[in-house]
Each structure stands twice: as structure tokens, then as C-alpha cells.
């Protein structure tokens, strides 16, 4: 492509778009034997923590960002150009983070929650299991009569799908899928109210269970610097998101709840972030801000009506800045969660519906 081709292809873009191609994962194509990614300029990029320890120290903040701590457990930021965003810098413990990791592997798939698998596979129960275990997932039909077989399928279209732990000749002749590559491409699962993606609403018809009881009040509690006061954030559905090497989620609104005056409650876990936040239109100059594992997002009011999105997720050992999860997910059975989040990031999203 010519730069004056190039040029006119950047002005075509959005603000918003031009932003998420700035940050994005590129790789070097000068050395074709190993993939260097290609160095992106950070110093614009808002660190809140960075800036909570600058404060600390000098009592320095940089203009347009507000400091508060009234009524809260921790200190938290607001944007005066942003109304309804507040950003807490380590709002969640350690160990609360090993919590939701572990539950966001193992019991936040599990239907009647449903995941991004359903379309293709039905329900599939105990994924994290199978793929810790080695197995493989294949069509029900086939010819493989295994008595290690897993006792939960899922089904689509008359067609069932079963666990087994048979290898080499035998799954020549049918449709297979390893757990392990299921798990990784895990993008998403939804907990309380169920989010039909075809119609772009929820469903209430659709089975599912409460939001965990935990969940829900650690999400209330968090709510709150977001909220008047003696008014209470009832969490009825979460969309749990699961991002690897390479992954972003593009810009969006999050505009299908009722009352978009109550805050989403977005929670990070695993290797750092960029987080963009725009405007109300896609043709404003979205800010760059980093998302560490601990960290909690809160949307409401106007900025529930602000484009954001996460152009870059950073999973080399240099930068993904987990080193606290992995001096604690030491124990034999965490192994396993501690090898996928070295890779990955998981964000919670915590709605109230109506």
C-alpha cells in the first residue's frame, strides 16, 4: 500500500478506530523467524496507580482526574470530562482475586450459564476439568464407546457431544474438538439473566440461575461510589469475557439494560489492559488507560453512554505485571489456573437489568 493510500485509510477511521489500531498488537514482519511485537508508544496511557502513589507522596494529580474517598473503603477516581466514571485502583484482595479466577474457570461456564461453545456444541459441563484432564470432546455418535466417557453432553441440532479420553486412530473418523482448545477459545459466559446475543437483549425465558451470592454482594459494595446515597445496586445478570494473546473487544455501548443511570461493575483478573474510553460519539478522542488485575470500572449515568472498549491485552512476562497471583496460585491443584491466567485476562461485567 502507497503512504498517501495509507494516509486517506487513517482519515477514513473513526477517532475511536484510529485509537485502537494505535495500541493494538502488531507484530515486526522484518524478521520472519520470530515474532517480535512492535513497540507502542504508553506515555499517553492513564495509570491510576501510578498516579494514587504519586499523590500519596506529593499530592499531585494530573488535571482533569479527581481523587475522592468519601463514604468507601479505598480511594477512587473520577473524570471531570466523564461524568458517571469512577475508576478504584486495587479494589479487590489477592485473594479475592484467586477466587474469581478459579470460579470464572470452573463454575461460571457451567450451565444452565451459557458461553460462546453453545452455538456449535450445546451445554458443555465441567470444561476446565476435561481440559486439565487431557480429554477430548466428540460427537456422541461416532464410534468410540469409551467407559471414561463423560456423563454431561451438550446438543444442538439432534446432535450430542461427550468427553472421552480415547486417542490416535479412534477419533479419526469423527468430529473432535481437544478441551484444551475449547478452553482457549472460551470468549464468554453469562451469569443470572441470560444474554441472547441473536436478538441483543435479554431473556428471561431462558433458564438460569442467580448470580452467586458472593459475587452479588462484593458487586453491591463496590457500586456504591457510583450511586446516591440509600440507593441500592441490585445485580442481576454478568457477562464474564475471556481474552488471550492477541485478542481485543472492539468498541461498543453498553446499552441493552433499562435503566442506564445504574453502574456496570466491571471487574479486571490476570494480565494487564488498555482500556479505552470515548465519548459519546465514535469521532471523540477516546482516553488510554491501564486495567491490572484487581482493579474495578464502574460506568453509570452519562457515561454509560460513552463508546469503550480494550484494544490490547499485555501476556509477556515483562508487562502482563501478575506476579502477586503467581506467588499465590503456588498450591498443586492452582497450577493449572495459574498456567491459563500467565496468558489470559478475564473481565466480570455486573449489570442490574431492570
Not at 514482519?29 to 512492535?38: D, E, L, M, R
Not at 498516579?51 to 463514604?71: A, C, E, K, Q
Amino acid at each position: 500500500m502507497y503512504e498517501s493510500e495509507k494516509k486517506k485509510e487513517d482519515l477514513e477511521r473513526t477517532a475511536f478506530r484510529r485509537c485502537e489500531k494505535n495500541y493494538k498488537l502488531y507484530y515486526d514482519t522484518n524478521n520472519k523467524k520470530i515474532k517480535t511485537p512492535k513497540p507502542v508508544d504508553l506515555t499517553d496511557v492513564l495509570d491510576f496507580r501510578s498516579i494514587l502513589d504519586s499523590h500519596n507522596r506529593n499530592g499531585d494529580l494530573p488535571h482533569g482526574v479527581t481523587l475522592l474517598n468519601h463514604n468507601f473503603t479505598s480511594p477512587f477516581f473520577s473524570l471531570q470530562s466523564r461524568p458517571g466514571f469512577y475508576f478504584i485502583p486495587r479494589a479487590l484482595s489477592i485473594e479475592k482475586q484467586c477466587t474469581l479466577i478459579r470460579e470464572s474457570l470452573t463454575d461460571f461456564p457451567q450451565p444452565p450459564n451459557r458461553t460462546n461453545h453453545n452455538a456449535i456444541y450445546g451445554p458443555i459441563c465441567d470444561l476446565f476439568v476435561a481440559a486439565k484432564e487431557g480429554k477430548v470432546l466428540v460427537e456422541d455418535d461416532s464410534p468410540i464407546s469409551s467407559s471414561e466417557a463423560h456423563p454431561d453432553f451438550g446438543h444442538r441440532d439432534g446432535k450430542g457431544w461427550t468427553f472421552t479420553t480415547e486417542k490416535g486412530e479412534s477419533l479419526r473418523k469423527c468430529k473432535s474438538i481437544s478441551a484444551s482448545s475449547l478452553l482457549r477459545k472460551l470468549r464468554w459466559s453469562t451469569l443470572g439473566l441470560q444474554f441472547e446475543w441473536s436478538k441483543r437483549n435479554y431473556d428471561v425465558s431462558l433458564p438460569h440461575n442467580k448470580i452467586p451470592e458472593a459475587l452479588c454482594e462484593l458487586a453491591k459494595q463496590l457500586a456504591k461510589p457510583a450511586l446516591p446515597a440509600g440507593v441500592d445496586f441490585h445485580p442481576e445478570a454478568a457477562i464474564v469475557n475471556y481474552f488471550g494473546l492477541g485478542d481485543t473487544l472492539g468498541g461498543h455501548l453498553d446499552d441493552m439494560e433499562a435503566d442506564w443511570s445504574m453502574p456496570i461493575v466491571s471487574l479486571s483478573l490476570g494480565c494487564k489492559a488498555i482500556f479505552l474510553l470515548g465519548g459519546k460519539s465514535r469521532e471523540d478522542p477516546p482516553l488510554a488507560m491501564f486495567l491490572r488485575s484487581g482493579d474495578v470500572v464502574l460506568m453509570a449515568g452519562e457515561a454509560r453512554e460513552c463508546f469503550h472498549g480494550v484494544p490490547r491485552i499485555f501476556t509477556d512476562r515483562e508487562n502482563a505485571e501478575i506476579g502477586h497471583l503467581e506467588e499465590q496460585l503456588t498450591n498443586e491443584d492452582d497450577l493449572f489456573f495459574l498456567k491459563y491466567i500467565q496468558t489470559s485476562r478475564i473481565n466480570i461485567n455486573i449489570r442490574q437489568v431492570f
